[in-house]
C-alpha cells in the first residue's frame, strides 16, 4: 500500500488589491508607524481642555 500527500487546490496569490500590506518591507512599516502618530497627535489636539485648568 502507497501513501500519497494529500493535494490541496492552489490558491490564487493576492493581487495589488489585497488590504493588507506587506509589512517586512521598511517602507510600508515607516508608513504605518507615522499613521499611529499622526492618529495619537489628532486625538490629543482633539480632546477639549479641562474647564478648572488654570494657567497661572
Not at 500527500?5 to 488590504?19: E, L, Q, S
Not at 506587506?22 to 502618530?37: N, R, S, T
Request: charged residues 20%.
Amino acid at each position: 500500500m502507497r501513501i500519497e500527500p494529500v493535494k490541496t487546490p492552489a490558491r490564487p496569490a493576492p493581487g495589488k488589491d489585497f488590504f493588507l500590506p506587506e509589512l517586512c518591507l521598511p517602507q510600508a512599516l515607516l508608513v504605518l508607524v507615522v499613521l499611529a502618530e499622526l492618529l495619537v497627535v489628532i486625538l490629543v489636539l482633539v480632546e477639549p481642555m479641562r474647564a478648572g485648568f488654570d494657567w497661572r
